[in-house]
């Protein structure tokens, strides 16, 4: 076992004997592991005492821990969730995590105004809204929210109502093509407007029998009444509804709301899917893509979701069934309860009734894994021919998995910058980019600035101990290559496969020959070669218009006197750019805060056209 750092050492004799979150950090800094303990002084320490009992996972991330930090909570509960959202914040490399994990979208309802609207969003806000999701398909999202929208007339526009000035506003195209009630303009008031909310929440919630049978009651009201227009419109309503219903499709005749969650794994890829059941009915299935270490069990793979997915979850079930024992199913069922205000029952595999339904959902996360694997071997082997091509065009030693590309950019004599793309096994891979604002080079030679790019990139290889790229490309010819290679072997990588790539006729130019290479332009290996020139050439592109941007705004507002950063963003926000601030008259300086008559006189003086 590795020796410890003496810093560590003090703090693995000082843990506290409370439950917390610990985090376990490499020599870098950056955060491996995360994880929650019930009594912290024994989690952390069994990580260090010998290395026995540690399977093959444990023990690399404990070679790789450099220093612990930790975060003390008043419970267990509070551990597990401060443990979930640290995680789904920091990604760490030895956590199970959702695959690329993104704010998948909700509905959200803002029935804290009088007039609520039907809004999707990509987050939880703590307000008194009420929430729906998360949804895996936008798509099918959008479908059902355009449909309930138009089905009860919800509004779709940000108006204020009541309109601050307490006058009626003017009704919108949506009214005339009854889309909208028109309670901006006073033709519908809160109460009316809230039982249309009250269905929309009622369907997305999976209440759709109550409803139905709330919406016929008032249809038979209306048809008594021979209010016939009313009542033809509630028929439609229960019409629609019962159309969603049929395509909901399951039906488990018992009146429950249950999640059901089966997992499927082969090596590090995993789908999760949640069956969800509200009123007896099948309301919808959630699935995940996730990533897990081949050594993880999948009772923590399927602990580790859970504890992912219910903490951005709103619409919580009364019973959670799923296909595991997992070893804290109190601690989860506490949790639950505190999330929902109410007991939420967690079944086992074993709980009978549930056999068909574990099924149902076993079956879809493994048809959702034999998916994603064949679109990833179709993917590998795609890669597989370019990256096979390339080297066998080229005469390269080593198949290019690992490919770093070089570009220089620059305007004139200024702002010049150099970039580097990384791609891995024919994709790119963004931890690997770099940028440079070069440093030594005055005026306008790209063979010197590529000179220092390459030779920055590499010294950090070497001193860092990296593992070198399998070829390195840079955009241009002879003269490129030429700066490059001599650079190389300055930095001690004279053996480091490296190649030209020009612009003009897509020419390949390889140490040491005088004539370029020229591949058949609907080859495997020239349409990586393009790619990865064309990603280098557009990052490159990007930082030069970023540093260009700051020194022209730098120039032209921070050496006015009185203008600071503040300032300098109320002009700008305002404006939008210094061409506009040029063309803007004193009266409009004057007019924005903290801008008197003398400062937006100095303004006009500094940057007046010419």
């Not at 499927?264 to 309301?283: P, T």
């Amino acid at each position: 076992m590795k020796t410890l750092p003496d810093a560590l050492k003090v703090k693995l004799k000082n843990l506290p004997t409370g439950p917390g979150v610990y985090m376990f950090r490499d020599e870098s800094g950056k955060i491996i592991y995360i994880g929650k303990a019930k009594v912290l002084r024994n989690r952390v320490r069994s990580y260090f005492q010998g290395s026995r009992g540690h399977d093959a996972k444990t023990a690399r991330l404990v070679s790789r821990v450099a220093d612990v930090e930790l975060m003390v909570t008043a419970t267990e509960v509070e551990a597990l969730i401060l443990e979930a959202n640290l995680v789904r914040e920091h990604k760490p490399r030895y956590n199970v995590a959702l695959k690329d994990d993104k704010h998948f979208p909700y509905i959200k309802i803002t029935t804290d105004e009088p007039f609520p609207r039907v809004l999707i969003v990509r987050r939880l806000e703590r307000d008194n809204a009420t929430y729906f999701g998360p949804y895996t398909s936008a798509k099918s999202m959008r479908s059902t929210v355009a449909l309930l929208t138009r089905l009860f007339t919800i509004r779709t526009c940000n108006l204020t109502i009541p309109h601050p000035s307490g006058k009626p506003q003017p009704v919108c195209l949506d009214y005339y093509i009854k889309r909208c009630s028109g309670p901006c303009a006073g033709h519908q008031n809160s109460e009316e407007y809230k039982e249309l909310v009250d269905a929309v929440v009622m369907v997305l919630s999976g209440r759709s029998s109550k409803l139905i049978d709330r919406l016929t009651k008032k249809m038979q009201v209306a048809s008594d009444a021979m209010e016939y227009e009313q009542a033809a419109v509630l028929r439609d309503q229960i019409e629609a509804i019962r159309k969603i219903m049929i395509k909901q499709n399951v039906d488990i005749g018992e009146i429950v709301d249950r999640d059901i969650v089966s997992i499927a794994r082969e090596k590090r890829d995993a789908v999760a899917v949640v069956m969800q059941i509200r009123e007896g009915v099948l309301i919808g299935r959630q699935d995940f893509q996730l990533t897990a270490d081949e050594d993880d069990p999948n009772e923590t793979v399927l602990d580790t979701f859970l504890k992912q997915y219910y903490n951005h979850q709103p619409n919580l079930p009364d019973e959670l069934c799923l296909p595991l024992d997992i070893p804290e199913t109190d601690l989860l069922a506490a949790w639950l309860r505190q999330l929902k205000g109410s007991p939420v029952r967690i079944k086992s595999p074993k709980a009978r009734g549930h056999v068909r339904l574990v099924e149902l959902a076993a079956a879809n996360a493994r048809l959702l894994l034999d998916e994603l694997l064949i679109q990833k071997r179709g993917q590998a082997e795609r890669t597989s021919k370019m990256v096979s091509s390339l080297q066998e065009q080229l005469g390269l030693y080593t198949a290019p998995r690992r490919i770093s590309c070089f570009d220089i950019s620059n305007t004139g004599e200024t702002d010049a910058v150099g970039s580097c793309v990384f791609f891995e096994n024919g994709k790119p891979k963004k931890s690997g980019y770099r940028h440079f604002k070069i440093k030594t080079i005055k005026g306008q030679d790209d063979f010197a600035m590529m000179r220092e790019v390459i030779g920055r990139y590499f010294s950090r290889i070497r001193d860092e101990e990296i593992d070198p790229p399998d070829l390195v490309v840079v955009d241009g010819g002879k003269g490129q290559l030429s700066s490059a290679l001599a650079e190389l072997q300055a930095q001690g990588f004279s053996d480091q496969a490296v190649i030209g790539l020009a612009k003009r006729l897509e020419e390949v130019f390889r140490p040491g020959e005088s004539d370029p290479v020229t591949l058949d332009r609907r080859s495997p290996a020239l349409m990586l070669l393009k790619q990865v020139r064309d990603e280098a050439h557009r990052f490159a592109i990007t930082y030069n218009r970023k540093v260009r941007s700051k020194r022209t705004i730098k120039s032209a507002l921070d050496d006015i006197p009185g203008i600071g950063p503040a300032k300098r963003k109320l002009l700008l926000d305002k404006f939008g750019s210094v061409a506009q601030i040029k063309q803007a008259s004193l009266e409009e300086l004057t007019a924005l805060q903290g801008i008197n008559e003398k400062l937006a006189r100095l303004i006009m003086d500094a940057i007046k056209p010419d």
